[in-house]
C-alpha cells in the first residue's frame, strides 16, 4: 500500500515537471531559441567545454543558465566574457527542474539564441527531468573511466549528443575506448559522440556543426 503511494506521488511529480517542461518548451521555440540540457558529473568540463562552444558559435547569441548547489563562480566567468549568463542555486537539490527554469527564463528575455543549462554537477537525477530543452548534452569524461554508461545508463541513453572531454589526459589513464562505445552503443544508437579536450581544444568544431545543423539562425 505505502509502495503504491510512492510510486502515485513521484508520477505525479514527473508529470507537473514534464507539463511545465513542454510550456517551456514551447514558449523558447516560438522565440527562436533552441535550448541544450547540459548535463555530466562535477568536473567533467561542463563550464569549460561552454566557453570553447561559446567562442566558436559566431553571430549566434548564447544564453546560459547555470544551476549549482551553491555559488556562482561559472555565472561570473561567463559575465565576465560578455556572455549573458545567470545564476540559479537549489540550495540542496540535486537537479533542476522546469519551474526554476521556468522563472530564469523571464528573467533572461530570450530571442533568436542558444540556451545552454548547465545542470547541477551528477551523473543520475539531471537525466530524469525535462526542463524545457531541445536536445540534451551529456559530457563524460576519460578519467571518469570507461564503465560510466554501464553504471548510470540513463544519461546515456537520454543524451542527443556525447562528449568525451579531457582527451588530453588519455595517456595518462586507462581509459578503455572500445568497452565506453560498446557500453553507449547498448543504450544509444544515434547520439555522436565526440571526442573534445578543453585543454588543447580539440573536437568542438565538430560540437559546434552539430549545433549549427539543428538552428535556424
Ligand atoms: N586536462 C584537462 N582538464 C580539463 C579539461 N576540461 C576541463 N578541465 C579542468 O577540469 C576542472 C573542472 O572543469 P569545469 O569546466 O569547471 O567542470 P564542471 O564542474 O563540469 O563545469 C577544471 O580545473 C578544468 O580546468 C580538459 O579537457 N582537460
Ligand atoms: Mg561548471
Known sequence: MS???????????????????????????KKNIYAINVMGAPGVGKTTSLIQIIKRLEGITPYVIEGDIEADFDTKTLQSLGVKAIQINTGGACHLDSPLIGNAVEELNLENGVLFIENIGNLVCPAEFMIGEHAKMLISTVTEGSDKPYKYPLAFEKANIILLNKCDLLPYVDFDEEFFMKGVRALNKTAPVIKVSGKTEEGYDEVVAWIRARINL
Open 3 to 29: 509502495e503504491n503511494r510512492e510510486i502515485e506521488i513521484m508520477e505525479s511529480v514527473y508529470d507537473k515537471n514534464d507539463e511545465v517542461a513542454s510550456k517551456i518548451n514551447a514558449e523558447l521555440t
